[in-house]
């Protein structure tokens, strides 16, 4: 994650699937280069579906997890919990 040599950011929300990097290697990168950096990941497959994706992000350091479709108002209270830390 080239950006992370310039700025390194407060928070950041991902999801889980996506087509370069997956989020699970987001997180784990995040972790190793910014371990202040909260991190709120998010993805369709969840707790209740075969494909739980969300328990290795929380292994590796997601501090919050949504499962789709996300409650905004949630994400937001978290938001506010997280970077109040």
């Known amino acids: 994650?080239?950006?992370?040599?310039?700025?390194?950011?407060?928070?950041?929300?991902?999801?889980?699937?996506?087509?370069t990097m997956?989020?699970?290697e987001v997180v784990r990168q995040l972790k190793s280069?910014?371990?202040?950096?909260?991190?709120?990941?998010?993805?369709?497959?969840?707790?209740?579906?075969?494909?739980d994706l969300l328990k290795p992000t929380s292994a590796?350091?997601?501090?919050?997890?949504?499962v789709k479709p996300v409650d905004l108002d949630e994400l937001l209270e978290t938001v506010k919990t997280l970077l109040s830390r």
């Open 1 to 19: 994650m080239q950006f992370m040599s310039e700025v390194v950011p407060d928070l950041v929300i991902t999801d889980i699937l996506m087509p």
């Open 33 to 51: 280069s910014a371990p202040d950096c909260k991190i709120i990941a998010i993805s369709q497959a969840g707790p209740d579906s075969s494909l």
């Open 22 to 24: 997956d989020g699970i």
């Open 60 to 66: 590796f350091g997601a501090d919050a997890t949504f």
